[in-house]
Structure formats: structure tokens, C-alpha cells
């Protein structure tokens, strides 16, 4: 644990150690948390559909052709991974919007993470 | 010695050296810069990095084949294999960064407070990477056995030493650049190969739009030889057995150490979100291509070797006889080698195709580099994972708290050793096809680290009981599945081995949740932290209160 953990927790504003830290409403962060856990649950839907949804129902899907694929076969070697990778940036993006929104300053996390994990 | 074995040989030693270079260059450049903090690899290169990791002869050498073999089935690997960075980088990687540990047992010793759970991580974490191995070991013997002509066991002999060597005395430190550099070369070596199949079979450069006919069109060449169409779903295994596989991989993908490993390198949550983006695109490069690279090889097999006569078989099938790992026999007599009479082991697709398709010696060697390429990379994390729960999580944290730092190394690199000599020993005879080999390894995962995980980061009310009770459970629950389907028949809903994680993720997670309610909560200060990974590195939850810094100056 770094020291502003230690530090964070003894004093409003200027603790101690003279790190400036302020309380914020708790609705504010649980806002924060809660924005970024509905955009998840709707990419976790998204994920279900395209793979087990998919698979599910491979056999009326089978009837259909897409690039002269059938489309069964078309979602599970291309639609699906694709789709995988659309949403892994649209949530690195809307986090970072996110993140934004609420005030995080990203080379203040970055100096806040030094040295708590292995650096290769 | 043809001109073949010098071609491969020397695109080999070439990237080898390579990879040498930079590793050295990096090394250097390290201990110059040894007090310098942060030098965060920016995320698109860690996203290479975390391919070439991730990516193993399972991948290059293994799928193609078996999706070329199993058909529309084989394409659970593809869709569970890449689907799980969605599990890995939505509900783990940023958080575990947040905690902010060195290897994943530690993150479980710590988060439940326990050093038993320690110790079954760090145990599990073995297994899993030692399984994990024994299909690298076993891809190593199919390249090399092909290289100078001999039994692919000589060959997993050979890369038991290269392996071994490598892991033990480089790729400590500074190895995202070498990483990198694995990256490209097994993308190059896996695309080239694709694209001349699609330029020589379908005349367009572009095989991801191309290769859509002819999967139709080997569905009517399987109609007329009385087989079950390439594309029709289901026609190995049951679709609860394509479901199972499919969310053992994904969920395996989510609770591979040495891939939750390499996202503890990247500066912050932030990068990691990122990390993961450019990752999975990375890989479904391969991914994409991989469907691809089977259905030309399936379509020339088909065509151009099938139907002719066994007396003036290429030169090629000679060579791959030599492996042990392609039989031609003419079964009817009829001086006439039939489809059926064709028997390819899935291992031998990728590396034979190219030769069966006549692309030329630079391209088959570079496919050579390419899977040696895929199969140090992702051995060398393996290695790093196994040596780092003994040497760290079990000798230094548990047995020898003092032990020096130099002693710990030793332990390391002689953990390493015995490991790749053990794994080498099981390849010589291998269980299975390597994708199947690796799939128990990810089979294992979801029923150890996935729960823990999940559990540990997202629920509170955990405990130390109930994580030991469940890695357990499902770390049993998952091999005695595995070896109940292989070698006792039995099997529920037609689910078989690979897909055993199901069970054993749905057993651990029921005995984590039902454990730790039955025993007390975990203390107020790991509730408050495990509450405390839902905020980015700038908030803090403490006494039910969050805390912004302003400043980030920590050092005062």
C-alpha cells in the first residue's frame, strides 16, 4: 500500500503529510460506478447474443447466407470477433469520457500507481 | 541437406537472434535506466506484447487444423479464445491493476488473507501453466521434427532444451520488446501464407471476404462423397459440448495467470482498458484468419491431392510421413488415394499446407519462424508463471521469508529446468492434439482462478474459507471431470474433457458463495478494499466515505 493510503485516510484537505486530498459525496462516486457498470451490463448482453445466442440457434441461421457463407458459419468465424472487438474499444473510449466527466486526471492515476506492481 | 532445411534453418536463427538482440539492447538499457520510474509501454505495444503472449502453438500451429477437421465445431475455439478479453478486461484487469500485486497467488494470499489460499493458487497456477506447456512442448516437436526430417518426438526433445534454455536465462526482464517483435513475426509468418492460398485458389488478395464460397462450395464436394457438410453445425459433438467449450475458454481466458500477469505492467486502470482493446485486435487478426487458413487447406487437400494416384504422391508426404503425424494408405487397393484414406493430425495443417500448396521455401520457413515464434513466447510466460509461484509465492513467502535474492533465482531458473524436462517427458507421448491440450489447461483455469477472481474482486462478503473451499472443489470437480470423459466414457449432455470448466466453474463458485456465508465476513479493511476497486486510482472508499487526491504527490 503507498503512502498516500496511509496519509488519505487521517485528515480532510491537508493531512498530515501534506497530501491534498478532499471528501467527495459518496451519490457522486456511486454515479460514477453506477454509469460505468450499466454500460458493461449492456456490453455483456451484446457478448451473450453474438456468441451463445448465436450458437443457440445455429440451425435456423444455417438457412441463411451472407458472402456466401452460411450465416451460422459466418458468425462464429468472423460477426462474433469482430463485434468482440467493437466493444472493447467503445468501452476504453466511453470510459475515458466517463473519467472525464467526472474530473479523473489520468497522469495524476499514473503517478498514483507507481511502483505497485512490477514494472517490465 | 536441400535447399528447404537451409531456408527454414536460417529464417529460424535469424529471428531467434533477433529476439537475442533486443533483449540484450533492452537489459543494457535497463540498468542505466534502473532509477528511473515508469516507463509505461504505451497501450498499442503492450497490446502486441500481450498477443504474442497469449498467442501459442495452439493458436498458430493447433487451430486451423483442428477447425479444418472438426468444421463449424472447431469454431468454439475461435469465438471462445477471443471472447473471453471481454470477461479478462471488463470485470478483472483493471481492478487487479488498482490492487496492484506481482503475481496472481499473491493478489489471492492477500485479497482473502490467507496463506493457504496462497498456497492453492500458487499450486494451481502450476498445474494449469504445466498443462499449458506440454502443448507448446508438443507444437515445438511438430516444427522441428519437420525441420531435420525426424520423429516429431526427437523434435519436442530438441525444444525441451531450447525452451528450457530460454526460459531460464532470458526473458526475466525487459521482454515486452522481444514480445513485440514475436508479434510481428507471427503475424507476418500466419497472414502471408493465407493470403497467396486465397490469391491462388479464389484470385482476390483479401481471404476474409474470399473464403466464404468455397466453405459452400466443399459443403456440395461433401454432399457427393456422402459426408456430413464442412459447415453444418453440431456434427462432432453435441451443442452443449460446443456451449461448454465455448465458456471454458472464455472463462479460462479470464483466470490464465500468465496473461492476468502482463496486465499488473501496464501504468494504470485507464491502460488497461486500452491494453485489452488493442490486444484482442491484434489476436483477431489471427483469429480471423484462422477459419480462412482451413478452409483453403481443406479445399486443396480436397482437390489437388485427393484423387491421385498413391504411386506419384508429391514429395511433401514423404516428409510429413516421416513425422508420424500424416498417414497415407491406400485402404481399397485401388492404387487411388481416396479423401477418406487421408489421415491429417490436426497438429500438422498450418505447417503443411503451405508445402502442399507449393508457396515456395521462404514462405515455409517463414511459417517455421512464425510457430517457433508463437510457441517461446507464449512457453516463456508460462515458464515465468510456474517459477514465480514456486520461487516467490511458495519458497520466498511461505518456506524462507529470508531466503536472498540471489537464492531465489537459483530456486527460479531450477524450477524451470525440472518443469520443461516433466512437461517435455508427457509431450513425448502427448495426450491429445495440442488445441486439446490447452483447452484442459484453460478447463482447469475456469474452475480455479476465474471464481476466485471474480469472486474476490466483486464480492465483498468472500472469505478465506470460502476460496479455499472452492478452488478446491473446483480444481477436483474439473480434473476428475477431464479424466471421467477422456478415459471413462463418461460424459453429461455429450459435454466432453475440454469442456469440463463449466463444471467445474459452476462447482466452485457454488462452494465459495455457500462456504463463506456459513462462516463470518472477511474484516472491515478488505471489505473497504475490495469496495474500493470499483473507483478509478484517484478515488478512494475508506469508512464508507470516498476520498478524491487532488495533488498525487504521494513522496513527502
New interface residues.
Given amino acids: 500500500m ?4 496511509e ?3 487521517k485528515g480532510d484537505k491537508q493531512n498530515q ?10 451519490s ?2 456511486d454515479a ?2 453506477r454509469e460505468k457498470t450499466r454500460n ?1 451490463i449492456i ?2 448482453i451484446v ?1 451473450f447474443i453474438v ?2 445466442g448465436a ?2 440457434i ?2 435456423p441461421l ?1 438457412e441463411i ?6 450465416f ?3 458468425m ?3 460477426g ?3 463485434t ?2 467493437i ?3 467503445v ?2 473510449k466511453l ?2 469520457g466517463i ?1 472525464k466527466k ?19 | 541437406m536441400d535447399t528447404q532445411f537451409l531456408v527454414s534453418l536460417s529464417i529460424i536463427l535469424a529471428t531467434f537472434g533477433l529476439y537475442i538482440g533486443i533483449a540484450i539492447y533492452n537489459t543494457a538499457k535497463q540498468t542505466s535506466d534502473f532509477y528511473v ?5 504505451p497501450p498499442i505495444f503492450n497490446g502486441m506484447a500481450i498477443g504474442a503472449d497469449w498467442m501459442s502453438a495452439a493458436s498458430f500451429i493447433g487451430m486451423a487444423g483442428t477447425i479444418m477437421l472438426l468444421g ?1 465445431d472447431g ?2 475455439y ?2 471462445g479464445w ?2 473471453g ?2 470477461l479478462l ?3 478483472l484487469a483493471p481492478q487487479l ?2 490492487y ?3 503475481t496472481v497467488p499473491e493478489f489471492i494470499g492477500d485479497r482473502y488473507n490467507s496463506h493457504t489460499a496462497r498456497v492453492i493458487a500458487a499450486i494451481s497456477t502450476i498445474i494449469i501453466s504445466f498443462t499449458y506447456s506440454i502443448g507448446q512442448l508438443s507444437g515445438s516437436g511438430v516444427v522441428i521434427g519437420r525441420l531435420f526430417e525426424i520423429d516429431a518426438k526427437l523434435g519436442t526433445m530438441i525444444g525441451v532444451v531450447l525452451i528450457a534454455t530460454y526460459a531460464a536465462f532470458g526473458g526475466m ?4 520488446w522481444t514480445q513485440v517483435a514475436q508479434y510481428i513475426i507471427l503475424i507476418i509468418a500466419y497472414l502471408i501464407p493465407v493470403i497467396f492460398m486465397s490469391l491462388q485458389v479464389t484470385s482476390s488478395a483479401l481471404p ?2 474470399s473464403y ?5 462450395k466443399m459443403g456440395e464436394l461433401d454432399r457427393e462423397l456422402g459426408i456430413s457438410e464442412y ?4 456434427t462432432n459433438g453435441t ?1 452443449w459440448q ?2 461448454a467449450l ?2 471454458t475458454l ?1 472463462a479460462g481466458t479470464a483466470g490464465l495467470p500468465h496473461v492476468i ?1 502482463r496486465f ?2 501496464v ?4 491502460a488497461a ?2 491494453s ?2 488493442w490486444a ?2 491484434f489476436i ?1 487478426l489471427l ?2 484468419s484462422a ?1 480462412a487458413y482451413a478452409a483453403f487447406s481443406r479445399f486443396i487437400l480436397m482437390t489437388k491431392v485427393a484423387g491421385s494416384k498413391i504411386s506419384e504422391l508429391p514429395a511433401w508426404t514423404k516428409t510429413w510421413v516421416d513425422t508420424g503425424k500424416l498417414q497415407v494408405a491406400d485402404g481399397n487397393g485401388d492404387g487411388v488415394l481416396q479423401w477418406s484414406e487421408l489421415i491429417i493430425s490436426n497438429d500438422i495443417v498450418v505447417m503443411a499446407t503451405p508445402e502442399i500448396a507449393n508457396l515456395g521455401v521462404f514462405v515455409i520457413g517463414l511459417v517455421a519462424a512464425g510457430a517457433m515464434a508463437a510457441a517461446l513466447s507464449t512457453a516463456g510466460g508460462l515458464m515465468i508463471a510456474i517459477s514465480s509461484a514456486f520461487a516467490h509465492d511458495i519458497y520466498y513467502r511461505v518456506m524462507k521469508p529470508n531466503a536472498t535474492e540471489k537464492t531465489r533465482l537459483n530456486v527460479a531458473r531450477l524450477s524451470i529446468v525440472i518443469a520443461t524436462l516433466f512437461a517435455g517427458l508427457i509431450a513425448l507421448d502427448p495426450p491429445g492434439a495440442i488445441t486439446q491440450i490447452v483447452a484442459w489447461a484453460f478447463a482447469l483455469a475456469s474452475g480455479t482462478f476465474f471464481p476466485a477472481l471474480i469472486l474476490g474482486v466483486w464480492w465483498k462478503r468472500s472469505n478465506s474459507q470460502g476460496v479455499i473451499a472452492g478452488m478446491l472443489v473446483g480444481l477436483a470437480v474439473t480434473l476428475g471431470y477431464i479424466f471421467a470423459a477422456k478415459y471413462g466414457g463418461f460424459t453429461i449432455l455429450g459435454i466432453i474433457d475440454t469442456g469440463a470448466g463449466v463444471f467445474g466453474a459452476t462447482a466452485a463458485i457454488l462452494a465459495n458463495v455457500i462456504v463463506s456465508l456459513a462462516t463470518p465476513a472477511p474484516s472491515q479493511k478488505i471489505q473497504e478494499e475490495v469496495l474500493d476497486l ?23
Fill in positions: 503507498s503512502v498516500i493510503h496519509g488519505l485516510y503529510r501534506g497530501v491534498n486530498v478532499k471528501k467527495i459525496d459518496k457522486v462516486a460514477y460506478f458493461m456490453y455483456f457478448w456468441s451463445f450458437v443457440m445455429a440451425e444455417s447466407s451472407i458472402g456466401g457463407f452460411p451460422h458459419y459466418f462464429g468465424a468472423q462474433a470477433v469482430v468482440f472487438i466493444l472493447l474499444f468501452n476504453a470510459s475515458d473519467d467526472y474530473g479523473i486526471d489520468e497522469e495524476k492515476n499514473v503517478k498514483l500507481s507507481e511502483g505497485k506492481s512490477l514494472d517490465h | 520510474a515508469s516507463r509505461g509501454v463449424y469454431l468454439a475461435i469465438m477471443t471472447g478479453y471481454l478486461t471488463f470485470l491493476r488498482k496492484g500485486r506481482y526482464k525487459g521482454i515486452t476474409w471476404l466464404g464460397e468455397l466453405v459452400g459447415f453444418a453445425p453440431f451443442k460446443f456451449l465455448m465458456f472464455m500477469v499488473y505492467t501504468s494504470t486502470m485507464k482498458r486500452w485489452g482493446a484482442l485486435l483477431g483469429y480471423l477459419p470499483r473507483y478509478p486510482e484517484q478515488m478512494t472508499y475508506k469508512n464508507g466515505e470516498v476520498w478524491m487526491n487532488d495533488d498525487a504527490t504521494k513522496s513527502v
